[in-house]
T-cell receptor
Framework: GAVVSQHPSWVICKSGTSVKIECRSL??????MFWYRQFPKQSLMLMAT?????????EQGVEKDKFLINHASLTLSTLTVTSAHPEDSSFYIC??????????????FGNGTRLTVT | SQQGEEDPQALSIQEGENATMNCSYK?????LQWYRQNSGRGLVHLILIRSNEREKHSGRLRVTLDTSKKSSSLLITASRAADTASYFC???????????FGQGTTLQVKP
């Protein structure tokens, strides 16, 4: 199956700093990707959708200036949490839909990044 | 609010028993998918059932879909300790391809 590499797997940063999370598709080209966040023992909440070369579309309540998404190529997408605060501490997961996938196809997920802001 | 609601929230069974999880959703869908998540990890796709399908099997997994009731169930037969994980249903609607996840069921299979 499709392989998605997400890095780093965990990060601890100080309040006020920025953190970049990378998500790479290793064996396929991804035109559309989704970023989710997950609080402990809760479900995944969709943050934003982005298409390669276009601006991301953010879900209601997600601050686009705080969570910067760059879908620079068909194999790389980044999420930057700017001016992080303790309430941003969460588990962030990226996922891709494959290049030739119809809407009746699954997403391919990275292994997630555990962000802790102190 | 979340598109999908699941029950039970937590389920604890003995190895060898069957586990059933249910999912309800609110809007018309293209398909419904089930994913598994081991603690602290990403999600692994288990099975996808299209809106015009009623039942689907994959190994020890059986998924049903009732679009009139807007509900789905996931049955894991002959459970194993390695099945211990959280299970999420997710609905795909509209034309964006994005998935909206249910609250999940945490399954513990005791050896």
């Amino acid at each position: 199956g499709a392989v998605v590499s997400q890095h780093p797997s965990w990060v601890i940063c100080k309040s006020g700093t920025s953190v970049k999370i990378e998500c790479r598709s290793l064996d396929f080209q991804a035109t559309t990707m989704f970023w989710y966040r997950q609080f402990p023992k809760q479900s995944l909440m969709l943050m934003a959708t982005s298409n390669e070369g276009s601006k991301a579309t953010y879900e209601q309540g997600v601050e686009k200036d705080k969570f910067l998404i760059n879908h620079a190529s068909l194999t790389l997408s980044t999420l930057t949490v700017t001016s992080a605060h303790p309430e941003d501490s969460s588990f962030y997961i990226c996922s891709y839909k494959g290049f030739s996938s119809s809407y009746n196809s699954p997403l391919h997920f990275g292994n997630g990044t555990r962000l802790t802001v102190t | 609010s979340q598109q999908g609601e699941e029950d039970p929230q937590a389920l604890s069974i003995q190895e060898g028993e069957n586990a059933t999880m249910n999912c309800s959703y609110k809007t018309s869908i293209n398909n419904l998918q089930w994913y598994r998540q081991n603690s602290g990890r990403g999600l692994v796709h288990l099975i996808l059932i299209r809106s015009n399908e009623r039942e689907k099997h994959s190994g020890r997994l059986r998924v049903t879909l009732d679009t009139s009731k807007k509900s789905s169930s996931l049955l894991i037969t002959a459970s194993r300790a390695a099945d211990t994980a959280s299970y999420f249903c997710a609905t795909d609607f509209g034309n964006t391809g994005k998935l909206i996840f249910g609250q999940g069921t945490t399954l513990q299979v005791k050896p």
